[in-house]
């Protein structure tokens, strides 16, 4: 059958294709070389040959872990080839090989350019003239743990047994998903769930379990248990009074806590669920200075996390913050487990939540079939399905793209008439060479309908007013904004949406991302006017401190 499970054991395959009989041999000794113990290398000199390669890795059920392709072969192009991979192996990493020569020809250039563009190919590699060449291995290694990171077969350091449809079990793996913790996840009626429970003496019980690396089991663990289990910082040890407390942990959050730290100031970061905000749910960010080939919301999170920590910022994770008072010239933060923080300064970087949808008829089903942003973790399980994402920003974007590799079908729902107004050109074009993707405008969900889990919606034709009924295994919304900011002090102003306004008036102090409470500095999506996008709030989050640092200044004085 296609797509069999290869026998236990079998290794992954790395597909080579190249028609220079030099090239194809120095690529193929290069990765055998380094990688031949672990994965198997094979290496066709023709794009009829590969295309037939690839066909029978699918019927096999081989795992392909990466393909890399010759841009410019006499039967077909390298682009060309790495879109059929997209079609039978939507997993595998995709690369085409230039040599150094090529770097600076116009076609090639155009060709690279495309193949991103359009989602054929992941990355371009310098084909490898010497050996080691570790240009070469680095750019391929990190197609490797890019995939291995994706690959359900590879072994994980967390265990996640669940109900198929479990709201629990869907929160659980989130979170795990947002703070990178490589884990795997097996339905409870499966054999290897079904046997992990008996080992753990829940068979027959319908909690989630989770089974650590050390062997430690977790029954229904909070959330602050579940981060506990694998090693991130839940309770604050030590002083609680800082310089600067940053609320939020998003891009701004976490930006603002490496600037503070490198320039010696006491910081503390609170965040209620997982490090990376909204961004930390993105699974391709393509347009972020610095990575050309992308990388996910949850890498760049967990990026930033390590140097905040390393520079020496604290990190107090799944607690939230529910009141702020101003105390002797200095604020106090309370937080939900009761733990009361002195700090001489506030940063505000809450970003905001995911609007909900108005439609009651659903609203039970969250976690089973309906989803608020795209966990990179739940587009496994509707494979084959039929999926819907609401949205017309990048965040719905990189979520369709992503759920493409999976489900049979996605469409994307959006109220306006176009795309244009809150999606980025590059992703609107990967969308369009998407075959399994199409765009629904002017489109809105009214109803649905599902017992355990969702099975079908409603949707309006926001022109006709035409409804009509759609099997559906799955929703993910991804539509406007909502700042979390009930909790704050009548003293810090806010916008009519709740927002808060910072940089105006004379309580600022000149000071453009200070709001009317002085010492109390806003940056990132929660910030009235903000521009809404990661760079722009990584920006805030590092400008900010450095007037933290001069209202800290003049307090002294």
Do not use: C
């Not at 059929?84 to 770097?103: C, N, Q, S």
């Not at 390393?310 to 702020?324: I, K, N, Q, S, Y």
């Amino acid at each position: 059958m296609p797509g069999e499970a290869p026998p236990f054991g079998a290794r992954p395959v790395i597909l080579a294709v190249d028609d220079d009989p030099t090239a194809a041999n120095t690529i193929g000794e290069e990765l055998n070389r380094r990688y031949g113990a672990d994965y198997r290398v094979v290496v066709v000199r023709s794009g009829k040959g590969a295309t037939g390669q690839l066909v029978r890795l699918y019927e096999s059920g081989d795992r392909l872990a990466v393909v890399l392709a010759d841009q410019w072969m006499p039967d077909i192009t390298g682009d060309e080839l790495l879109a059929t991979v997209g079609e039978l192996h939507p997993l595998a990493k995709r690369a085409l090989t230039i040599g150094w020569v090529e770097t600076g020809d116009a076609p090639t250039v155009d060709a690279i350019r495309s193949a991103m563009a359009l989602g054929h190919a992941d990355a371009y590699l310098i084909k490898p003239e010497h050996s080691p060449d570790e240009l070469f291995h680095r750019g391929f290694s990190e197609l490797l743990q890019e995939w291995s990171a994706a690959d359900a077969a590879e072994p994980r350091q967390v265990v996640v047994v669940a109900e198929r449809w479990s709201a629990r079990g869907s929160e659980i793996r989130g979170l795990l998903g947002r703070h990178a913790v490589p884990h795997v996840f097996h339905p409870s009626d499966s054999a290897e769930g079904s046997q992990l429970l008996r080992r753990a003496g829940r068979e027959g019980r319908p909690e989630p379990v989770v089974v650590l690396q050390d062997g430690r089991v977790l029954v229904d663990p909070t959330n602050a248990e579940l981060a506990t289990g694998y090693g991130v910082a839940t309770e604050l040890s030590g002083p609680s009074d800082f310089d600067v407390v940053v609320v939020g942990a998003g891009p701004a959050g976490l930006a603002a806590g490496v600037y503070a730290s490198s320039e010696g100031l006491r910081a503390l970061v609170v965040e209620r669920e997982a490090v990376g905000g909204q961004a930390g749910s993105s699974s391709r960010i393509r347009n972020y200075l610095g990575f050309a080939r992308g990388l996910s919301g949850a890498e760049l999170a967990q990026r930033a996390y390590q140097q905040a920590w390393v520079f020496g910022t604290t990190f107090l994770l799944t607690h939230e913050a529910t009141a702020l008072r101003s105390d002797h010239g200095g604020h106090v933060l309370a937080l939900s487990n009761g733990l009361e923080l002195s700090t001489r300064s506030v940063v505000l970087a809450m970003g905001v939540a995911y609007r909900r949808l108005d439609t009651p008829a659903i609203e039970h089903l969250t976690g089973t079939g309906v989803f608020y942003g795209a966990s990179a973790a739940e587009a496994p399980q509707f494979a084959g399905g039929q999926v819907f994402v609401i949205g017309g920003g990048n965040s719905a974007g990189q979520a369709a793209v992503h759920l493409a590799k999976h489900a049979a079908k996605v469409s994307i729902l959006v109220r306006g008439k176009d795309l244009a107004a809150g999606m980025s050109q590059y992703l609107r074009d990967e969308i369009d060479a998407t075959p399994n993707v199409e765009v629904r405008l002017s489109t809105q969900v009214v109803d649905g309908r599902g017992e355990h889990r969702l099975e079908q919606l409603t949707l309006e034709d926001r022109e006709s007013g035409t409804r009509t009924s759609v099997a559906a295994d799955a929703v993910f919304v991804l539509i406007g904004a909502q700042p979390n900011t009930g909790w704050l002090p009548p003293e810090i102003e806010r916008d009519d949406h709740g927002f808060v306004v910072a940089g105006s008036g004379g309580d600022s102090g000149g000071l453009m991302f200070q709001t009317s409470l002085p010492g109390v500095f806003a940056v990132g999506d929660v910030r009235s006017r903000s521009v809404k996008r990661v760079a722009s709030a990584v920006g805030e989050g590092s400008v900010v401190i450095s007037q933290v640092y001069q209202f800290l200044q003049a307090s002294r004085s």
